[in-house]
């Protein structure tokens, strides 16, 4: 089966051709970072009205890349949630029509899903069962992924993600939109000795997260500290550290708490270079596998949607012909497809 993936949940326009022989075949996306860094955030509307521009141009493009005519398209996949309700309605609305139009099945994939099979897409990719670390702008969770649709949080954030802190803290060292990687680049000349941030809930048992305390601690870092470049680098040093070593306490947590071998990282801030050095040791230490995606499939985009969508399709899930979408949708109320058992 060859399927053509969406992506639209947030602020950038993925699309992708996946088959199932073949593997990924093409895959395009467009950032919307240079339209929303005026505002240091993405503006929902704006996001909705770029992907309308974009999206049709980009499917042209990635199929003319891919080989593939829209005739050889035997399914449809697209994000139906979580994320904005203008930018999912895009993409749906599209899929969906697309799918009606070429008489092939449709399916809409849950955007956690897509991240935690994107490591699927790899030359050596996991097996199930494994520990997902799910980590980004907009989520960040601990999963016990058991195979597709079978999935148990162990630990979720209970206000800020990791990925929405990098942010913050980046905007208030003055670094620009995105802030994130803009923050790990300005920590590599940063001295590590010089400022020492709170590992927040790592003091107590549990797998939850909580980074909305380490962001009111980098405030009040820059504006005691943060009168030159070098205490800059410093504070985002520091704050880098902490996270990064709060999201290796919980790893280790859950690595004991399941048992597993494997151990995978996904999602935006999975690109993050010292977080891979940490998770890397961490699993050697403990002779367990990591596993993650190339930094492309990291952020947002169509392949793990054509994938997910895919893995769905051929098990025999389709959506009926009409319009809907999930701005909210818990990872945990998925399941199995049937015809998987």
Same mark, same amino acid.
């Given at each position: 089966?060859?399927?053509?993936?969406?992506?639209?949940?947030? %602020?950038?326009?993925?699309?992708?051709?996946?088959?199932?022989?073949?593997?990924?075949?093409?895959?395009?996306?467009?950032?919307?970072?240079?339209?929303?860094?005026?505002?240091?955030?993405?503006?929902?509307?704006?996001?909705?009205? @770029?992907?309308?521009?974009?999206?049709?141009?980009?499917?042209?493009?990635?199929?003319?890349?891919?080989?593939?005519?829209?005739?050889?398209?035997?399914?449809?996949?697209?994000?139906?949630?979580?994320?904005?309700?203008?930018?999912?309605?895009?993409?749906?609305?599209?899929?969906?029509?697309?799918?009606?139009?070429?008489?092939?099945?449709?399916?809409? #994939?849950?955007?956690?899903?897509?991240?935690?099979?994107?490591?699927?897409?790899?030359?050596?990719?996991?097996?199930?069962?494994?520990?997902?670390?799910?980590?980004?702008?907009?989520?960040?969770?601990?999963?016990?992924?058991?195979?597709?649709?079978?999935?148990?949080?162990?630990?979720? !954030?209970?206000? %800020?993600?990791?990925?929405?802190?990098?942010?913050?803290?980046?905007?208030?060292?003055?670094?620009?939109?995105?802030?994130?990687?803009?923050?790990?680049?300005?920590?590599?000349?940063? @001295?590590?000795?010089?400022?020492?941030?709170?590992?927040?809930?790592?003091?107590?048992?549990?797998?939850?997260?909580?980074?909305?305390?380490?962001?009111?601690?980098?405030?009040?870092? #820059?504006?005691?500290?943060? !009168?030159?470049?070098? !205490?800059?680098?410093?504070?985002?040093?520091?704050?880098?550290?902490?996270?990064?070593?709060?999201?290796?306490?919980?790893?280790?947590?859950?690595?004991?708490?399941?048992?597993?071998?494997?151990?995978?990282?996904?999602?935006?801030?999975?690109?993050?270079?010292?977080?891979?050095?940490?998770?890397?040791?961490?699993?050697? !230490?403990?002779?367990?596998?990591?596993?993650?995606?190339?930094?492309?499939?990291?952020? %947002?985009?169509?392949?793990?949607?054509?994938?997910?969508?895919?893995?769905?399709?051929?098990?025999?899930?389709?959506?009926?012909?009409?319009?809907?979408?999930?701005?909210?949708?818990?990872?945990?109320?998925?399941?199995?497809?049937?015809?998987?058992?």
């Amino acid at each position: 089966m060859r399927v053509l993936g969406i992506e639209t949940s947030c %602020d950038e326009t993925g699309v992708a051709v996946y088959d199932a022989a073949g593997g990924l075949l093409a895959h395009g996306l467009h950032s919307q970072a240079a339209l929303h860094a005026i505002y240091a955030g993405v503006v929902p509307e704006l996001a909705s009205r @770029d992907h309308v521009r974009k999206l049709l141009p980009l499917v042209n493009r990635v199929l003319q890349e891919a080989g593939a005519g829209l005739g050889s398209i035997g399914g449809v996949a697209y994000t139906a949630g979580p994320g904005l309700a203008g930018a999912l309605l895009v993409g749906a609305t599209f899929g969906r029509v697309l799918a009606y139009a070429l008489n092939v099945p449709a399916v809409a #994939v849950h955007h956690m899903e897509a991240h935690l099979l994107a490591p699927m897409l790899e030359p050596d990719p996991p097996e199930f069962p494994f520990v997902a670390l799910l980590v980004s702008g907009g989520h960040t969770m601990l999963v016990e992924v058991r195979g597709l649709g079978r999935y148990r949080i162990l630990g979720e !954030s209970l206000d %800020d993600a990791a990925g929405e802190a990098f942010d913050k803290t980046a905007t208030l060292l003055g670094l620009p939109y995105p802030g994130g990687p803009a923050l790990a680049e300005l920590a590599r000349r940063g @001295d590590a000795g010089r400022f020492r941030f709170p590992r927040p809930m790592t003091d107590r048992p549990g797998l939850d997260f909580s980074f909305s305390g380490l962001k009111t601690f980098a405030l009040n870092a #820059v504006r005691e500290h943060a !009168s030159d470049v070098q !205490s800059r680098a410093d504070i985002a040093r520091a704050f880098e550290e902490a996270v990064v070593d709060t999201l290796a306490i919980k790893c280790r947590r859950a690595i004991e708490q399941t048992g597993t071998g494997t151990l995978v990282l996904s999602g935006g801030v999975g690109a993050n270079q010292r977080l891979r050095e940490r998770l890397e040791a961490l699993a050697k !230490s403990r002779g367990v596998r990591i596993c993650y995606p190339q930094p492309a499939l990291c952020t %947002d985009n169509g392949a793990m949607v054509a994938y997910a969508g895919c893995q769905r399709l051929m098990r025999g899930e389709t959506e009926p012909p009409k319009i809907a979408i999930r701005a909210r949708w818990p990872l945990d109320s998925l399941r199995a497809p049937a015809a998987a058992g």
